[in-house]
């Protein structure tokens, strides 16, 4: 007898490679770099990161904001969000040193967040979301349940994923691991579209 398998409530990590995406992506990338680099750090968290959270209203990172403002459309448009844009509220930078990693965490006051790596480096880690099913107190071996997801971090890689989804980083085992962070939220009208949704109607600025 046949059974189907139905997957429900997938939770949704997009993925793009900057060099599969722009023609100058070389070019965009080394000089992203070489900008990331002369970045004033702070060492007030376990992994040091840029003092300027703002990094996205910078005329050196504008072709790489581009980037991610191309992708978040075509995540936009893909998938109909109803919205008008989505737009990065905040940008920033992060270097692990060797035998550091990254505790696990998620990013409040955001829709989206994404990482795009500059270096190689320890994997990041995404927890399992459905805690019922963490906290249950019978649990049988199976292929389906994955607690943990992990990637593996590739040059030019960007991962973007719901901001409420808690992750983390091995420790990391290289000279130091390079990437850049973003958050964005939906801009202007939000859920106009569709009047039988009983979802709230906003509009949103981003100051």
Not at 7 to 17: A, D, G
Not at 56 to 74: D, M, S, V
């Amino acid at each position: 007898m046949n059974h189907n398998l139905n997957l429900i409530f997938p939770t949704p990590v997009f993925s793009s490679n900057i060099f599969e995406v722009l023609d100058n992506a070389q070019e965009v990338f080394d000089k992203t770099f070489l900008a990331m680099q002369e970045e004033t750090l702070s060492n007030e968290s376990i992994v040091p990161q840029s003092e300027n959270s703002r990094l996205h209203r910078e005329e050196k990172y504008y072709e790489i904001t581009q980037y991610f403002n191309i992708i978040l459309e075509e995540i936009k448009n893909t998938n109909n969000y109803d919205t008008e844009k989505f737009e990065i509220s905040q940008m920033w930078i992060n270097k692990s040193p060797n035998g550091i990693s990254h505790p696990v965490h998620y990013h409040p006051n955001s829709y989206f967040s994404g990482v795009m790596y500059f270096s190689e480096g320890s994997e990041i880690q995404f927890k399992d979301p459905v805690h019922s099913r963490l906290n249950s107190q019978l649990i049988v071996g199976n292929s389906l349940d994955s607690h943990n997801f992990a990637t593996t971090p590739q040059k030019g890689l960007l991962l973007i994923f719901p901001s409420w989804l808690y992750h983390g980083t091995g420790i990391n085992h290289t000279k130091s691991r390079w990437s850049m962070s973003f958050n964005c939220l939906p801009q202007g009208k939000t859920n106009y579209s569709i009047d039988s949704l009983r979802y709230s109607k906003i509009d949103l600025t981003i100051n």
